[in-house]
């Protein structure tokens, strides 16, 4: 069975460590700040931006500072080396470590999508597209072991190709150089987030032909992390940010694609706004983003099952050593939803 051994883990702590080395150390502010890694810079995390432009974590009396990971094992890796608070990543980071019984846990409490949030794209349009026809063809996927990836492998698996077998595919492009990439002609098919998707449809390069979020069904795809100690000696902040989460989520849930990318552009400065309505409304319309923040146990078995499936991982880790829905719960009692 294939595993991320801890040697393995601190390699890439330190490789996080160097690329989040820039970041500034928390000033003497009126409010804390708040550092937050986010697995990529995506659509996919609206409500996270929302969150940010309405003011809501400055509401709660919070300043959030973030920064990209590029990857859910360097967003880990961030947490465990303290160069980031709270860290946004598939919840199949915190297991692994939590296999490995290291001192230190990785807590995910609370959940910002239930759907896979990539689209695969072909070189041309495919309206009667079938999974099978990638069969012989190439595949530009992700990192072995994310979230992604697998999902990704699941889908093709129980539509009957078999990855690495029926179908080739690569996995050593870093996942914020795959749409350049396909655009410079490698591959035949490739899966991105959005606003990634459009812009590359927008080019003509490609075009998107299925929803992994469609085809993938739910899962907590991704979640906010702290470490154990980090939830225990800050508590109020943790409750504070799920406020915040949680209050963002609705108001996503409320409005309409065009309201969403308007007040989430600044944090798009350089996508078209076009792009970000059409991205938005991907999502919206496979109801991408969780409704509410709480993680629940059947939600990460299913995740952990296709940790299983991929090879990663032999057995489940119990619910309790790696999700704390305290906060969560707490957010849901205590907001309005009016």
């Known amino acids: 069975m294939k595993k991320i051994t801890y040697l393995a883990l601190l390699l890439v702590l330190f490789m996080s460590a160097t690329l989040l080395s820039g970041c500034k150390e928390n000033d003497v502010e009126s409010m804390p700040k708040v550092r937050v890694s986010e697995v990529i810079h995506s659509v996919f995390y609206a409500p996270q931006y929302v969150a940010l432009h309405k003011g809501y974590f400055e509401d709660e009396g919070l300043d959030v500072e973030l920064a990209i990971a590029w990857g859910a094992d360097r967003g880990a890796a961030a947490l465990l080396s303290n160069s980031a608070d709270i860290a946004l990543f598939g919840p199949e980071a915190a297991v692994y470590i939590a ?16 759907k896979d949030g990539s689209f695969f794209l072909a070189r ?19 990192r072995p072991g994310g979230v992604p990836q697998m999902v990704q492998e699941y889908v093709l698996y129980h539509n009957d190709v078999v990855p690495h077998h029926d179908v080739e595919i690569i996995q050593n492009i870093d996942l914020g150089a795959t749409a350049q990439a396909f655009e410079n002609d490698v591959g035949d098919f490739v899966q991105l987030f959005e606003p990634g998707a459009s812009i590359v449809e927008n080019t003509g390069s490609g075009h998107v032909v299925a929803s992994f979020g469609e085809a993938g069904g739910d899962i907590p795809y991704t979640v906010y992390h702290a470490t154990d100690s980090y939830i225990e000696e800050n508590p109020d902040i943790i409750q504070k940010f799920t406020n ?28 078209d706004y076009d792009i970000l309505v059409s991205s938005v409304e ?13 993680l629940r146990k059947e939600s990460l078995d299913k995740l952990q099952e296709i940790c299983i499936f991929s090879e990663e991982l032999d057995k489940k880790v119990p619910y309790e050593e790696i999700v704390k829905t305290k906060f969560a719960e707490e957010a849901v009692k205590s907001i309005n939803i009016d």
């Open 124 to 142: 041309e349009p495919m309206p009667e597209f079938e999974w099978t026809d990638v069969k012989g063809k190439t595949i530009i996927g992700g």
């Open 244 to 271: 915040a989460i949680y209050r963002a989520q609705i108001w996503v849930d409320n409005h309409s694609a065009e309201e969403i990318a308007e007040v989430i552009q600044p944090s798009f400065a350089e996508t």
């Open 282 to 294: 991907r999502y919206k319309k496979q109801d991408t983003w969780s409704k509410d923040p709480i």
């Open 99 to 114: 296999r490995e019984q290291t001192d230190t846990k990785l807590v995910g409490f609370a959940q910002l999508t239930q």
